[in-house]
T-cell receptor, first 111, second 113 residues
Framework: DTAVSQTPKYLVTQMGNDKSIKCEQNLGHDTMYWYKQDSKKFLKIMFSYNNKELIINETVPNRFSPKSPDKAHLNLHINSLELGDSAVYFC??????????FGPGTRLTVT | GNSVTQMEGPVTLSEEAFLTINCTYTATGYPSLFWYVQYPGEGLQLLLKATKADDKGSNKGFEATYRKETTSFHLEKGSVQVSDSAVYFCALTSNSGNTPLVFGKGTRLSVIA
């Protein structure tokens, strides 16, 4: 059984396009996250949602908009994609004890 | 603010060698400490954790001890295998509310037969 799933696994698109990445967790966790991992493997938190409410919004361009239709889903929509957006994006969820459960990642390539 | 510093890689070892990956942290209060592992092409998985001083986390032959006096959480394994080749991330979070998990920059380990 998949705990945290993301789609698509790979996404190749051109500059200026708008794209979405979907995330679902079946663990019953209240908190979900989006992380960005750059080419040097550095991981940075982008957003955190708790029970569909935005808790953390790091300094991310407003072209990035998370949407949480329910507690089990946190989707990431990106407008006007730029070359620098190329990265691997990880969704995660966690119970109150702080352990993060990560999805398999979405490799976004902007050409 | 909270931060994590871990040794830069890459680290290349022969099979059965001893592994140490250093990790030190800066945090207010008493954070929880974690090691995550990322195998090639996969997401991060929790390897081990420790939530208070002198706790030792262990899993799959890996160990790390929460040392408050040296603000460290070094990862060790007595005998590495080729299958341990991965990127290892040290991380911490404060135990107050919805604070973010702060990661180190990751250390790539390659184990050769």
């Amino acid at each position: 059984d998949t705990a945290v799933s993301q789609t698509p696994k790979y996404l190749v698109t051109q500059m200026g396009n708008d794209k979405s990445i979907k995330c679902e967790q079946n663990l019953g966790h209240d908190t979900m996250y989006w992380y960005k991992q750059d080419s040097k493997k550095f991981l940075k938190i982008m957003f955190s949602y708790n029970n569909k409410e935005l808790i953390i919004n790091e300094t991310v361009p407003n072209r990035f908009s998370p949407k949480s239709p329910d507690k089990a889903h946190l989707n990431l929509h990106i407008n006007s994609l730029e070359l620098g957006d190329s990265a691997v994006y990880f969704c995660a969820s966690s119970p109150p004890d702080s352990i993060r459960y990560f999805g398999p990642g979405t490799r976004l390539t902007v050409t | 603010g909270n931060s994590v510093t871990q040794m830069e890689g890459p680290v290349t070892l022969s099979e059965e060698a001893f592994l140490t990956i250093n990790c030190t942290y800066t945090a207010t209060g008493y954070p929880s400490l974690f090691w995550y592992v990322q195998y090639p092409g996969e997401g991060l998985q929790l390897l081990l954790k420790a939530t208070k001083a002198d706790d030792k986390g262990s899993n799959k032959g890996f160990e790390a001890t929460y040392r408050k006096e040296t603000t460290s959480f070094h990862l060790e394994k007595g005998s590495v295998q080729v299958s341990d080749s991965a990127v290892y991330f040290c991380a911490l979070t404060s135990n107050s509310g919805n604070t973010p998990l702060v990661f180190g920059k990751g250390t790539r380990l390659s184990v050769i037969a």
